[in-house]
């Protein structure tokens, strides 16, 4: 065996990292609740995908002459948004069948006739109703056109210039934030309590001791807490991959560039989100010596957590309101808040930098004075050691 | 030479230590005992840079322990301190690298204690799966895996069977052989008095005695006599000057002669009793040394 060396603090912490990250990948907890997460967005993106084909989608049988009739009601059904499928019918019987069983949507009869009729089974939507009075008229309008001897009509196409190209209603860009934000609430709650799992599991075992006599505190506690956050970088990455990937090919988003956007500032507010509250959670872990007593400490911490979530989420429907606006540069609510805010638009680029620097700053003195707390409460195992009891400890 | 010196700590009111100073020379089993809150722990953590002393400081090879040096020092605290999920080979690896050892040697280091501790074959089980006898072998091959100069353990015989400590003992001797210091606490004073080259005895947070076994013994030789005398009627030695009865059972009488006492005028005594079967000086035990320096008042045992 070779002479063991110092190991440098960049190796220890490494070595500690790699230990959480090769535990914790393993864990049944993590690979569980990763599954969950994902499935949930796989899940939703394919239920956003059967509803948005189902609106779209108009089937519509045909009693009669179909050549003419058909070519009109797709064309119709193209001008309304609708997707038209005709379908040929024999006679009045069958079309009533066929309305009845659902296998149209409605069906058409005597459409190139003098008195036309749509049957449907309770009610007729909004596409159906003008597709098929489109189409009807069209060929109404055409025939009488002709029988008065004119078969050509100069009918102006209506120019649409785009004011502020490639913008979308809000709607859809504030959704993609909330889909993230929920992620990211997700995944904050879930590797700070592992942070904080972690922490205690040192304590009440002991181990603790063992591992500060090879090194520091602020060693062990920046291992734990860059292990776990690079195992919860990795598995947010894996779910915005495959939720921008799912969301362009089952065509979701009319933008995908705002999409790919909102996913990097996600993954940027994670990153801030995650420092701040792993520090937090790892601190006030620190002060108890049983998984027991661990709800009581963390509990505060997550009600700020859940808070920012519920006022993100409010945000969404009022992305420009003043709680938006306030709780966005709020420390530890501000990685929540702010993607949203800048998902709905009209974020300065000073604001959005206000409220990253807030945070940085929250981030260092939580780091600081969490580090305190952690390396002052870290040895004393019995009980659960108060805030300032931690603070005065001597620090090794 | 492993040497604590002048050793102070108060935790708030509560003086701990108060002046603890013994040395370890290597290749030699040092044995700490004292009462429970003697603060045993306390200077074993000290030593480890667990808390930081008062006064006084702790020596390996003329130079104050540092964190660099700390990680020479194989180490098992008080309670134990395993994780309980994690695989054992792992874990003894993983504590090989944080002091030091290449992820290569290691391992190859870990798998070869683990064998000579007998746990080749629960590598693969997670700590907790294992009894405690076998988690305190893991323990033991945590602290030797990366060839310590020196070790400190904190009650490691506690709670193990006699085939696991006889098995534990083995091991330590084989360290001292190999020119380890050891230290150890331990509240097993038989054991103390048979595995360790020298001992000291910690009460009120000092050194109330240290030395070799001998030297102890010696330190209260000539004091206890033990003397048979069937036929003797209860209290036939009441009227000797010097001499206190510390135990009496059927003739079988063990007695604390005060310095200057004659043990002849005794044997005397005895002889008009009738027939004496035994009359000897009795080497007291661990166990007596240690209730009796525990049991006086500070200024004498100092």
Redesign the interface.
């Known amino acids: 065996?070779?002479a063991?060396?110092?190991?440098g603090s960049g190796e220890?912490v490494r070595?500690v990292a790699g230990?959480e990250l090769s535990?914790r990948i393993r864990d049944k907890t993590f690979l569980i609740s990763s599954a969950i997460i994902l499935l949930l967005v796989l899940g939703g993106m394919v239920f956003q995908a059967v509803i948005a084909s189902g609106a779209d989608d108009v089937t519509i049988g045909l009693v009669g002459d179909t050549a003419t009739l058909k070519p009109a009601l797709v064309a119709e059904g193209t001008a309304v948004g609708a997707d038209v499928t005709v379908v040929g019918l024999d006679d009045e019987a069958a079309a009533r069948r066929a309305v009845t069983d659902g296998d149209v949507d409605g069906a058409l009869l005597d459409g190139a006739g003098a008195s036309p009729r749509l049957l449907v089974e309770r009610s007729a939507g909004s596409s159906l109703t003008a597709t098929v009075q489109g189409a009807v008229s069209r060929l109404a309008v055409g025939r009488q056109l002709s029988a008065a001897g004119i078969d050509r009509l100069d009918v102006p196409d209506v120019g649409v210039t785009e004011l502020h190209p490639g913008s979308d209603p809000t709607g859809e860009r504030t959704g993609i934030a909330v889909v993230g934000v929920i992620v990211l609430y997700a995944l904050l709650i879930l590797i700070s309590n592992f942070v904080a799992q972690g922490v205690v599991?040192?304590k009440s075992?002991?181990?603790?001791?063992?591992?500060?006599?090879?090194?520091?505190p602020w060693q062990l506690l920046a291992g734990k807490v860059v292990g776990l956050g690079v195992l919860g970088l990795a598995q947010i990455v894996a779910i915005a991959v495959v939720g921008v990937a799912g969301a362009l090919i089952f065509d979701l988003v009319s933008l995908p560039g705002q999409l790919i956007g909102t996913a990097f500032t996600v993954l940027a507010w994670f990153v801030l989100g995650y420092a701040f509250y792993a520090s937090v959670f790892a601190a006030g872990a620190s002060l108890v010596s049983r998984q027991e007593d661990l709800a009581g400490v963390i509990t505060p911490m997550t009600m700020l957590l859940v808070a920012g979530f519920f006022v993100a989420l409010r945000s969404a429907s009022d992305p420009t309101g003043l709680l938006a606006t306030v709780t966005s540069y709020v420390p530890g609510l501000s990685p929540l808040v702010m993607p949203v805010r800048m998902a709905g638009g009209g974020v300065a680029w000073w604001e959005v930098l206000l409220a990253v620097g807030l945070q940085l700053v929250a981030i260092a003195l939580v780091v600081r004075l969490g580090g305190r707390i952690y390396a002052g409460a870290l040895?004393r195992?019995s009980g659960r050691t108060t805030i300032r009891e931690a603070l005065r400890a001597?620090r090794? | 030479m492993l040497e604590f010196d002048g050793l102070h700590k108060s935790f708030g009111d509560n003086h701990v230590l108060d002046g603890v100073g013994f040395a370890v020379a290597p290749g030699s089993m040092f044995g700490f005992c004292g009462s429970n809150g003697a603060g045993k722990t306390t200077t074993m953590r000290i030593a480890m840079g667990l808390v930081r002393a008062d006064a006084g400081e702790v020596r390996w090879r003329g130079v104050p322990l540092d964190q660099e040096t700390r990680r020479r020092i194989g180490y098992m605290p008080e309670e134990r301190g395993l994780y309980p999920k994690m695989k054992v080979g792992e874990q003894v690896t993983y504590f090989a690298r944080l002091h030091g050892v290449d992820a290569g040697a290691a391992a190859k280091a870990a798998a070869e204690w683990l064998g000579r501790l007998g746990l080749g074959e629960r590598r693969g089980d997670p700590v907790e799966k294992l009894s405690l006898g076998n988690q305190q072998r893991v323990q033991l091959a945590a602290a030797l895996v990366s060839r310590p100069e020196v070790l400190i353990l904190d009650e490691p015989f506690s709670g193990l069977d006699p085939v696991g400590v006889d098995s534990l003992a083995e091991g330590l001797l084989d360290q001292v052989r190999a020119g380890v210091p050891v230290v150890f606490s331990s509240h097993q004073l038989d054991l103390v008095e048979r595995l360790c080259d020298s001992v000291g005895i910690l009460a009120r947070g000092r050194m109330v005695a240290t030395g070799t076994v001998e030297e102890l013994r010696r330190r209260d030789a000539g004091r206890l006599l033990r003397v048979v005398v069937p036929d003797a009627p209860q209290g036939w030695m009441a009227a000797l000057p010097g001499v206190r009865v510390v135990s009496e059972q059927a003739g079988d009488t063990l007695l604390e002669l005060a310095a200057g006492a004659d043990d002849q005028s005794v044997l005397a005594a005895a002889v008009r009793t009738g027939r004496v079967t035994h009359f000897a000086w009795r080497e007291p035990t661990l166990v007596e040394l240690f209730r009796e320096v525990v049991a006086a008042p500070t200024e004498e045992a100092a």
């Open positions: 065996m070779t063991p060396r110092t190991p220890l070595l230990r535990t599991e040192e075992t002991r181990v603790v001791e063992l591992l500060l006599s090879a090194m520091k040895l195992t001597e090794l």
